[in-house]
């Protein structure tokens, strides 16, 4: 009986995408610096993909100075990402490119902050005696910052991030998906890709979700892979949230 040496299966590997604005390579290499020294135990031997599609001036383009920058920094670049007009550009100095000619865009929706001042009218009362006056409560502090709403679903491949602020998916987050915000992501669907909250070393920042099947649960820099879940089985395909208590990342039953 012969055996079967090879399967072969379809997968969607999670790769940390590297979208390039320009070809400034000092620039580009102290910017990955600062990362990698925000966080980590994420960037740390990371595979990652270059993507040039945001690129407009290819002049003086040079793969091997990306890859030796990345190297340098301890990541793992595989391959570039782009357009189909720009594969040849990479083939051609002996890159591997994936070519991504059709590229799908998330709706994004900007949060918009409403306060609304409520007077209440108070009737008079009659002077209360001082033995029978109540320390008032101290007023609850609210913390107010800008957010991004995402209304559709995050589909595989697809890269989002809110700056300065919370992200807030009303969908799922399909695999191979990766969601970052610089404070908590809230999730309602399942998260089944990556997502990264306080990415700016927010220690207090929080993930979200209606349903845990993640890739990757990472807060200011600390994570959870999916094989590191074991110790919550429980807690897969159920609402959870991660926090940070220390330098351990915890992941807990959302309260009902």
């Known amino acids: 009986m012969a055996c079967q040496t090879v399967k072969v299966k379809g997968s969607l590997l999670p790769f940390t995408i590297l979208e390039l604005q320009n070809l400034n390579y000092e620039c580009f290499q102290s910017e990955l610096q600062a990362l990698t020294q925000q966080m980590p135990g994420f960037f740390g031997g990371a595979p990652v993909v270059i993507g040039l599609d945001k690129l407009t001036d290819f002049e003086g383009f040079n793969a091997q100075c990306l890859f030796d920058i990345c190297q340098m920094l301890k990541l793992k670049p595989m391959a570039f990402r782009g357009l189909e007009k720009q594969q040849s550009l ?3 100095q002996g890159y591997l490119f994936l070519n991504q000619s059709t590229n ?5 929706t900007p949060l918009v902050e409403v306060q609304e001042k409520i007077e209440e009218k108070v009737p008079t009362q009659a002077p209360v005696a001082e033995s029978e006056k109540v320390e008032a409560s101290p007023e609850v502090q609210v913390i107010s910052r800008p957010g991004k709403l995402i209304v559709q679903p995050v589909r595989s491949g697809q890269q989002v991030y809110a700056p300065g602020g919370d992200l807030i998916i009303m969908g799922n987050v399909s695999e191979a998906a990766e969601v970052m915000a610089d404070g908590h992501i809230h999730v309602y669907g399942t ?14 920042a929080r993930v979200f979700c209606h349903k845990l099947e993640a890739q990757l649960v990472s807060v200011a820099g600390y994570f959870k892979l999916t094989e590191d879940y074991e110790e919550n089985k429980a807690l897969w395909g159920q609402g959870v949230q991660a926090r940070l208590k220390g330098e351990t990342l915890l992941l807990e039953a959302m309260p009902s």
């Open 191 to 204: 998260l089944r890709g990556r997502a990264l909250a306080g990415v700016n070393g927010d220690l207090n």
């Open 90 to 92: 990479v083939e051609a």
């Open 104 to 108: 799908r865009k998330v709706e994004e």
